[in-house]
């Protein structure tokens, strides 16, 4: 069974890793937005693609990282492949599958690319808010 990605709770993953509650996106996206329209919004697998690009601004994370990223098929992905005995030191000859192997490289690097993005966007967020104090 294929996995779908599950757009609404990427948002979710995104925002709490940033550190934004969803009063504080629900600002950012404008007045037709509250906690509860958030809420909801984390529930849905599919979001429609103006409203990925605005939460896509808000939050300085790129729409692709909405649309793609799966957690659970990178974490199994791994799983297997530690599963398979590639890794372990087990004293016997290690049967080597690559695909598994380079399914989890590349879901590591995604996940390495998008930490990066996280920590630059959260650097951003700091800069405002620095401004924002030093203005007040």
């Given at each position: 069974?294929e996995?779908k990605?599950?757009?609404g709770?990427?948002?979710?993953?995104?925002?709490?890793?940033?550190?934004?509650k969803?009063?504080?996106?629900a600002?950012?996206?404008?007045?037709?937005?509250?906690?509860?329209?958030?809420?909801?919004?984390?529930?849905?697998?599919?979001?429609?693609?103006?409203i990925?690009?605005?939460?896509s601004?808000?939050?300085?994370?790129?729409?692709?990282a909405?649309?793609?990223?799966d957690?659970?098929?990178?974490i199994n992905?791994?799983?297997?492949?530690?599963d398979?005995?590639?890794?372990?030191?087990?004293?016997?000859?290690?049967?080597?599958?690559?695909?598994?192997?380079?399914?989890?490289i590349?879901?590591?690097e995604e996940i390495k690319?998008?930490?990066l993005e996280?920590?630059?966007?959260?650097?951003?967020q700091?800069k405002?808010?620095?401004?924002?104090?030093?203005?007040?």
């Amino acid at each position: 069974m294929e996995q779908k990605i599950h757009q609404g709770r990427n948002v979710k993953r995104f925002r709490e890793m940033l550190g934004i509650k969803q009063e504080a996106l629900a600002f950012d996206l404008g007045n037709d937005w509250n906690q509860k329209k958030i809420s909801l919004l984390e529930q849905k697998d599919v979001i429609e693609d103006d409203i990925l690009n605005q939460i896509s601004n808000s939050l300085k994370i790129p729409v692709e990282a909405f649309q793609n990223f799966d957690e659970d098929q990178a974490i199994n992905i791994i799983s297997n492949t530690f599963d398979n005995g590639a890794f372990l030191n087990t004293g016997h000859s290690a049967t080597f599958n690559v695909n598994p192997i380079e399914k989890g490289i590349e879901a590591l690097e995604e996940i390495k690319r998008l930490n990066l993005e996280l920590i630059k966007a959260k650097d951003e967020q700091i800069k405002v808010l620095e401004k924002l104090l030093k203005e007040k």
